[in-house]
């Protein structure tokens, strides 16, 4: 049975889509299957990884329950993708209606044997995509950067957490917060290093021990639609991306 990562943080560039994209290249060249699952309307991810949104079934139409996720899964050069779109700010999920939250559980149903893990990346807010992409999860794992407004926010998703868990996923699992677009040499970034690490600890989140640093190759690697790790093996930030895969490994994934 595959293991589900959501990637997810209510503010928008944090890191999510980046992180979302590397777990999936990353978790693949160590041999494992992957599916990637794009539910931002933006649709970075599904670029990045050479998915088309044209006239083709994508995760809108899967939540939407108009088509079987099997469907809906693209193979590009790079990953199999669901793709997602700007439809998906006007999919029609009513949180009125029982069972809304299960939508994308429901769908993964026995697509989940076929593959090792399934990373999801979810939009820049706290909505019924973001809860579907949390009760279809084992595991969330949280991109900030190293700034007191992400800080700030952590709190509020925290209570999302919890009312997941407490509604529709008991199991859900804080994989841990992992700092992005970090610069080593400012003495802000470092404070932040530690204030990120307490309220980790005050929330029961992990603070991953990889940081990410910030390197014009991510950006690069994912508007070229190329393999980062193919692309620029030594880059300082593609090695990071190398160890956040190995330490998520370590702890159990
Ligand atoms: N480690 C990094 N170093 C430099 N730029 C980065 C890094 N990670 C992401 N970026 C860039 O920052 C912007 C936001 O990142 P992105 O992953 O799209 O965030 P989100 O999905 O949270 O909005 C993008 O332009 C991306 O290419
Ligand atoms: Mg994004």
Redesign the pocket.
Same mark, same amino acid.
């Given at each position: 049975m595959g293991v589900v990562v959501a990637?997810a !943080?209510q /503010? &928008? &560039?944090? &890191? /999510?889509? +980046?992180?979302? !994209?590397a777990l999936a290249l990353g978790f693949q060249r160590g041999r494992k299957k992957v599916l990637a699952i794009d539910l931002?309307p933006?649709g !970075?991810?599904s670029f990045s990884l050479g998915a088309e949104t044209d006239n083709m079934p994508t995760a809108f139409h899967v939540l939407a329950q108009e088509c079987a996720i099997g469907a809906a899964i693209q193979k590009t050069p790079l990953a199999d993708v669901v793709a997602g779109d700007i439809t998906l700010s006007s999919v029609n999920i009513d949180s009125a209606q029982e069972g809304w939250e299960f939508i994308l559980r429901d769908a993964l149903g026995n697509v989940r044997a076929a593959y090792d893990y399934i990373i999801i990346?979810t939009p *820049?807010a706290l909505s019924v995509l973001t809860v579907n992409a949390f009760t279809a999860a084992d595991g969330l794992l949280v *991109?900030i950067l190293a700034d007191i407004f992400s800080l700030q926010g952590l709190t509020r998703l925290n209570d999302t957490v919890a009312r997941v868990r407490e509604y529709s996923n008991p199991d859900l699992q804080l994989l841990g917060i992992v700092l992005?677009?970090?610069n080593p040499r400012t003495v802000l970034s470092r404070e932040i290093r530690v204030t990120a690490s307490m309220i980790a600890d005050e929330l029961g989140l992990p603070l991953l021990k990889t940081t990410?640093? $910030?390197?014009?190759?991510? $950006?690069?690697a994912? +508007?070229m639609q190329v393999d980062m790790f193919k692309y620029m093996p030594r880059n300082n $930030?593609v090695q990071?991306y190398k160890h956040l895969v190995r330490e998520l490994k370590e702890r159990g994934l």
């Open positions: 990637v !943080n /503010k &928008g &560039g944090v &890191g /999510k889509t +980046s992180t979302a !994209n931002d933006q !970075n991810l990346d *820049p *991109p992005t677009r970090f990410i640093r $910030a390197s014009v190759a991510i $950006a690069e994912q +508007s $930030a990071d």
